[in-house]
């Protein structure tokens, strides 16, 4: 029953979005104008709940809830109540994806609830920064947000996203506040998914420069932590934390992928960065369910590709792909 691709990789990892909506409109995520689905077209909470067991009977032990922004979905909170009665019963871990704009709200409930860490979304501290790169001045809250998860007893992890010319600059003075808070950061090459305004070329910072620059300011060693996931880590001397780098660009890590991701209309992407697509929708609203599921999870293994292969070459270039991450679901 477990999920094992042509590849031999076993699949542990679901990452399941909850709404393609969003509180913000990142600039290398999705256009201003974004168009979203109508409801009447995303799973709804009973689907979802019936879909992320069907995968925990098939081995998978960690689930992480995402978008979108997960918060924004009104039924949210009892996804997370009722995926956190699995913890324990073959669900290691619950967590979510968020911007944080709505975590003061929701902090204490997903602490309730069984989550343990969760992943910040956090590309600036500079206020005019945030403002133009998310089209909203949510700064504030955000930060408001952290810390009131923080105060709920959630770990939190900071994902930045490098952006040449945008928050390039601020990069080391972004490590040295997460380590000083007690948080790990990430950062993570931005990827040619959807089309936006800009052009991706002149988004794009490759870590390897990042990591250069930022060792102008830091004495950076390699570490042997794994979190189980694409990033690979150093330990920071001066500040004592831990710093991550995601390389889909720069370092490709498919070989030992671990996860699917789950759109929140049931398509199952066996790549983030591949067009393969399994319909669960489908199969979870046909008359024999438990068939159709099985035969759509088996053929998903089958088709799971070894690799991506998106790069960002040149000005000008059209997207790898059409669907956004915020579609997918990052
Ligand atoms: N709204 C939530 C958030 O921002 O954390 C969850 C969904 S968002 C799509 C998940 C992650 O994907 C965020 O860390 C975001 O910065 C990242 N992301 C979005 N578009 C991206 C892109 N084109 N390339 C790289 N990362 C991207
Ligand atoms: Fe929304 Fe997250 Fe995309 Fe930003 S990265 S627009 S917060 S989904």
Redesign the pocket.
Known sequence: MSLVDQFQRRITYLRL?VTDR?D?R?T???PERQTFLPRSEVLSLEELHRLALAFIDRGVTRIRL?????LVRRDMIELVQALGRKLGDGLEELT?????MQLAAHADALAAAGVKRI???L?TLDRATFQRLARRDGLAQVLEGIAAARAAGLKVKL???ALKGVNEGEIPALVAWAHEQGMDLTL???????A?EAD?FD?YLPLPQVRAALERHFTLTPSAHRTGGPARYVDVAETGGRLGFIT?LTGNFCDGCNRVRVTTTGQLHPCLGGSEMVDLRAALRSTDADTALETALNRAMAIKPERHHFAIGGKGEAPALAR???V???
Do not use: A
């Open positions: 979005s969003c913000l990142c290398y995520c999705m995402t978008g979108g922004e997960p979510l994806t968020t911007n944080g992943n910040v979304s590309d994902n930045t996203v993570i090459e931005v990827m040619p998914l959807g936006v991706r988004q889909p956004h991450m915020s997918t679901g990052g």
